[in-house]
C-alpha cells in the first residue's frame, strides 16, 4: 500500500461523502487528484502555487479559512519540519467543522527501529525521516485534546525493517511490564501500526462545541 492510499483510506474511513476537505500542503497534487476520484471535493492548498486551483497558504502562519469551513483536512506531510506544530494543529482544528476529521502524517518515531536507534545513538528519528524536528504521538494527542479534538485512529503504510521482527518481538515480549496500565493514548502507542509501522498516520476528530 502506498502513503497517498493509506491516507485516503484513513478519510473515507472516518468521513462521508459529500466531504470538502483541505489538503495542505499540496505539495505536487496526487493525493488531491485521487481523493477527487473517490468522490470528495478538494481544496489543495501550498506556498508552491503549482496549479491554478491552489490557495496560497503557509502552513507556520494562520490558514486563510474561516472556523469550521472544512468537513475534514489533511496533512500528508511536512508537520515535523515547522519549528511551531502547536499552532498549525490549532489552525487545522479551528478550520475543521465540529465533528469533522483530521489526518495528520508524520515518521514514526516511536517505531521499533526509532527505539532501538535511540539506545544506540541518542537520535530517536526514523530512518525515513530527515526532519529537525518529530512530531511523536503523545505531543500530536496532548495537542489535539488542548485545542478540542481526539486521537481515534492510527495505522501506517508500510512496515519498517521486517527482517528485524524477530529481534521486535523479543523487545515486545520483555517490554510487558511498562506496557501495563499506562498513560492516556497507550492503546495506540502499542497497536502493530506505531510499533513496526514506518509512517504515523493518526486521525483527529474535532469536538462537538
Same mark, same amino acid.
Given at each position: 500500500? #502506498?502513503?497517498?492510499?493509506?491516507?485516503?483510506?484513513?478519510?473515507?474511513?472516518?468521513?462521508?461523502? +459529500?466531504?470538502?476537505?483541505?489538503?495542505?500542503?499540496?505539495?505536487?497534487?496526487?493525493? #488531491?487528484?485521487?481523493?477527487?476520484?473517490?468522490?470528495?471535493?478538494? #481544496?489543495?492548498?501550498?506556498?508552491? @502555487?503549482? *496549479?491554478?486551483?491552489?490557495?496560497?497558504?503557509? #502552513?507556520?502562519?494562520?490558514?486563510?479559512?474561516?472556523?469550521?469551513?472544512?468537513?475534514?483536512?489533511?496533512?500528508? @506531510?511536512?508537520?515535523?519540519?515547522?519549528?511551531?506544530?502547536?499552532?498549525?494543529?490549532? @489552525?487545522?482544528?479551528?478550520?475543521?467543522? +465540529?465533528?469533522?476529521?483530521?489526518?495528520?502524517?508524520?515518521?514514526?518515531?516511536?517505531?521499533?527501529?526509532?527505539?532501538?536507534?535511540?539506545?544506540?545513538?541518542?537520535?530517536?528519528?526514523?530512518?525515513?525521516?530527515?526532519?529537525?524536528?518529530?512530531? +511523536?504521538?503523545?505531543?500530536?494527542? *496532548?495537542?489535539?485534546?488542548?485545542?478540542?479534538?481526539?486521537?481515534?485512529?492510527?495505522?501506517?503504510?508500510?512496515? %519498517?525493517?521486517?527482517?528485524?521482527?524477530?529481534?521486535?518481538?523479543?523487545?515486545?515480549?520483555?517490554?510487558? +511490564?511498562? *506496557?501495563?496500565?499506562?498513560?492516556?493514548?497507550? %492503546?495506540?502507542?502499542?497497536?502493530?501500526?506505531?510499533?513496526?509501522?514506518?509512517?504515523?498516520?493518526?486521525?483527529?476528530?474535532?469536538?462537538?462545541?
Amino acid at each position: 500500500m #502506498t502513503r497517498n492510499d493509506a491516507i485516503s483510506s484513513a478519510l473515507v474511513d472516518s468521513t462521508a461523502l +459529500p466531504c470538502h476537505v483541505l489538503a495542505i500542503p499540496a505539495a505536487q497534487g496526487q493525493l #488531491t487528484d485521487g481523493l477527487r476520484v473517490l468522490g470528495f471535493e478538494v #481544496t489543495p492548498a501550498d506556498t508552491n @502555487e503549482l *496549479r491554478d486551483d491552489y490557495v496560497f497558504a503557509d #502552513t507556520s502562519r494562520q490558514l486563510p479559512f474561516d472556523d469550521g469551513a472544512f468537513d475534514a483536512a489533511v496533512c500528508p @506531510e511536512g508537520i515535523s519540519d515547522l519549528i511551531d506544530q502547536s499552532s498549525f494543529v490549532s @489552525e487545522l482544528i479551528r478550520v475543521v467543522r +465540529p465533528g469533522g476529521a483530521i489526518v495528520i502524517v508524520a515518521a514514526n518515531v516511536q517505531n521499533y527501529p526509532s527505539r532501538l536507534r535511540f539506545l544506540f545513538s541518542g537520535d530517536p528519528r526514523s530512518s525515513k525521516s530527515n526532519n529537525a524536528g518529530a512530531m +511523536p504521538f503523545n505531543q500530536l494527542r *496532548r495537542l489535539a485534546d488542548h485545542f478540542g479534538a481526539d486521537v481515534v485512529d492510527v495505522r501506517t503504510d508500510a512496515s %519498517e525493517k521486517a527482517w528485524l521482527r524477530p529481534l521486535f518481538a523479543l523487545c515486545h515480549a520483555l517490554g510487558a +511490564p511498562w *506496557r501495563r496500565g499506562g498513560d492516556a493514548g497507550h %492503546e495506540f502507542k502499542n497497536q502493530k501500526a506505531m510499533l513496526y509501522g514506518r509512517t504515523m498516520i493518526a486521525t483527529l476528530r474535532v469536538r462537538d462545541t
